[in-house]
Every structure is written in structure tokens, then in C-alpha cells.
């Protein structure tokens, strides 16, 4: 991150992202991405079966 004054008002500091920032923020939202796909997805029907059993309370 770079922290600049702005020119347009003194009591200000502009935030912005560097490069390096913005190329870190990419990476983090694609695996924030896969995971969520990973989380979110249905099960398949192997592992669904697999731990399901009528005596389990969920």
C-alpha cells in the first residue's frame, strides 16, 4: 500500500494499492474463490453416501 497527502486537502491521506499490492489482492481473491467453490459445492454422491448413515443424528 502506498499513503500519500492529497493535494486537494491536508487533514487527507489518499490510500492506494502498489503493484505488488494489487498483484497480492489477485492471488488472495483467486483462492478465496477456489475455496468458496470448494465449500459451497454439493456433494458428490460417493462422499455423501459414504457418510451418511440412518442412525446419525445429521
Same mark, same amino acid.
Given at each position: 500500500? @502506498? @499513503?500519500?497527502?492529497?493535494?486537494? $486537502? ?13 498483484? @497480492? ?8 474463490? $477456489?475455496?468458496q467453490r470448494e465449500l459451497?459445492?454439493? =456433494?458428490?454422491? @460417493? ?9 446419525? =443424528?445429521?
Amino acid at each position: 500500500m @502506498r @499513503r500519500e497527502p492529497d493535494p486537494g $486537502d491536508r487533514r487527507r491521506n489518499v490510500v492506494s494499492l502498489t503493484p505488488a499490492g494489487r498483484r @497480492r489482492l489477485e492471488r488472495l481473491d483467486t483462492l478465496v474463490a $477456489d475455496a468458496q467453490r470448494e465449500l459451497l459445492a454439493p =456433494p458428490s454422491p @460417493r462422499s455423501s453416501s459414504a457418510n451418511w448413515s440412518p442412525c446419525s =443424528p445429521f
